[in-house]
């Protein structure tokens, strides 16, 4: 049975962060999911009738017993906290007795519920604008709740006006659901439109199972998911779980897919965000953004809720830990490591393939099990155009660029040893615009004029110390931005060439220092480093797994 809802004490009331909580009908979605879940619903159907002004919100939680239901809609009463300690433990998504309340001042509510634990009866009540019961009977239904809120703002017809257009608030109610499905995905949802369905997810057992079904375009191997058990500063458990889109197969054109989320609520995080912009820096291409979902399950002490009334706002204790576990999730997701590289997906281009070959020659194979690598080993075996090494590992082979492999391990070093040293002549350079001079400056160089529109650079960065086109990347440097763009510009100008012939000595020390990169599946420009051949589509495509009498006509 479902603890009894009671009234708050003033103390508390006080305390809370109060505002206005339903101001949309996306508000009214938000709150009635929020309830459900705290229900411990798994199933979930949201009916929108925009043009009426009503929502209809089905659960198959715990449900309210008779007298919960005769006080759940008035002001302030709830049972989720009873005291002021409980405002700094707070494990629910509703906590403040607002919520149902909130709506009875905008809309007429009624409430069928029947209580999990009691077979006998289940009820429908409907409430005044203050929250209490005019209408009571029973009501045929399984155990769970159905909340209505109908004619809403109808008695604020000033509210209604100023409110954006359908489309735009059912793109707010999808963006909740698609936030919420993320944190708690083992909820199977059923949205409605004017009674016509408008969306169907199915549950699954992490946010990697159900962030494909809300970008259609990214698939389930395009994602990598971490799951980590970890300590607190304050010595207790805590859980972080990543959901990344892997930089060489997927990303988007607007930053609107990185999604932080605390204790089961999607929240805003400026500091966090930048932590995994900053994280995922120079792995994408140019104007394209991640594809990310990232988790974090704090004990309640450590957090307050009690910020805004849409509790999108809080207050995260030990923010520079947290900022730190989100950088090495980050990290470990992007290795090559067996936890990150499965056989499946690996290669888009040669199941599209198998796909052809399968259709024009009758015959079917069976899926890869998308078993992981036991160990990552490559082993360098030959080189193709002097431009791809064919690396061979225990589960197939990888073509790696050889240029932008080598230009990913130049990049990092320079990252972390940025050094800047004194040359024996200075490197005359001339017909400089200022801005240029601005900018060998801004990167560290040490410059100075040397006579009519000429300078002398006195330092250089340590790789092209030696080089014979030195002059050609100091102009290159003088046009760039920052220093880590400067950095990118040295490392692409010094890294191995295409076209240049290796020895295979050379191939493999280039595979052993580019598989241990934190970046290792892009170049700094955003462009994919290696095409993956495993042995499971090898076999696909060659018919391997053909029977021998089936494959001689037998």
Request: net charge negative; proline share 5%; charged share 20%.
């Amino acid at each position: 049975m479902s603890p009894p809802i009671q009234l708050l004490s003033p103390e508390v009331i006080n305390l809370i962060a109060a505002g206005e909580v339903i101001d949309s009908l996306a508000a009214v979605v938000r709150e009635l999911v929020e309830n459900a879940i705290d229900a411990e619903a798994t199933r979930l159907s949201i009916s929108v009738f925009p043009e009426l002004w009503q929502v209809t919100v089905a659960d198959n939680g715990r449900g309210m017993s008779l007298g919960n239901l005769r006080h759940c809609a008035k002001a302030h009463h709830t049972s989720k906290i009873c005291d002021l300690d409980d405002l700094w433990k707070i494990s629910s998504l509703g906590f403040r007795g607002e919520a149902l309340f909130s709506i009875t001042q905008v809309g007429q509510l009624s409430i069928k519920s029947r209580d999990a634990t009691d077979d006998a009866v289940g009820w429908c009540l409907e409430y005044n604008q203050q929250g209490d019961v005019i209408k009571e009977e029973t009501a045929p239904i399984a155990p769970g709740t159905i909340v209505t809120a109908s004619n809403l703002f109808g008695t604020i017809p000033v509210r209604r006006q100023g409110l954006p257009a359908f489309s735009q608030q059912l793109k707010a109610i999808q963006g909740i659901i698609d936030n919420m499905s993320l944190c708690h995905p083992q909820i199977t949802w059923q949205l409605y439109h004017n009674h016509k369905s408008w969306l169907t997810l199915s549950s699954g057992k992490t946010p990697q199972h159900i962030l494909p079904q809300l970008l259609k375009s990214v698939h389930f191997n395009d994602l990598q998911f971490l799951c980590e058990m970890i300590e607190t500063p304050a010595q207790q458990p805590a859980k972080i779980e990543m959901v990344l889109g892997l930089p060489d197969r997927t990303s988007r054109g607007r930053l609107d897919w990185l999604k932080i989320a605390v204790n089961g609520r999607v929240v805003r995080s400026p500091q966090l965000e930048q932590t995994a912009l900053a994280a995922l820096s120079r792995t994408l291409p140019k104007g394209r953004f991640p594809v990310g979902f990232l988790h974090l399950t704090i004990p309640p002490s450590e957090i307050d809720w009690n910020r805004h009334p849409a509790k999108t706002e809080i207050y995260l204790q030990s923010l520079e830990f947290w900022q730190d576990k989100v950088t090495e999730i980050i990290e470990k997701a992007l290795k090559l490591s067996p936890l990150t590289i499965t056989t499946t997906g690996e290669n888009q281009r040669v199941k599209k393939l198998l796909t052809v070959s399968e259709n024009k020659g009758i015959y079917n194979v069976g899926s890869s099990d998308g078993s992981e690598l036991e160990l990552i080993q490559l082993r360098a075996v030959g080189q193709v155009n002097k431009t791809y090494i064919v690396a061979e590992h225990s589960q197939g082979l990888w073509l790696v660029e050889q240029h932008i492999a080598h230009e990913r391990v130049l990049y990092e070093k320079l990252q972390d040893e940025w050094q800047l040293i004194p040359v024996q002549q200075g490197i005359i350079l001339s017909q400089l615009l200022t801005k240029q001079v601005e900018q060998l400056q801004k990167i560290g160089l040490e410059i100075e004029p040397f006579g009519d529109n000429t300078w002398v650079v006195r330092t250089v960065p340590k790789l092209l110390e030696n080089r014979e086109d030195c002059v050609d990347a100091l102009l290159e440097l003088s046009l760039g931005g920052d220093l880590e763009s400067a950095q990118v510009a040295v490392a692409c100008r010094s890294a191995i060439r295409n076209g240049m012939a290796l020895e295979l000595a050379q191939m493999q020390d280039l595979l052993d220092s580019w598989k241990k990169t934190r970046h290792p599946r892009t170049c700094p420009h955003g462009r994919p480093i290696y095409l993956s051949l495993e042995e499971s589509s090898l076999s696909r495509f060659f018919r391997r797994h053909w029977v021998i009498g089936k494959s001689h006509g037998i």
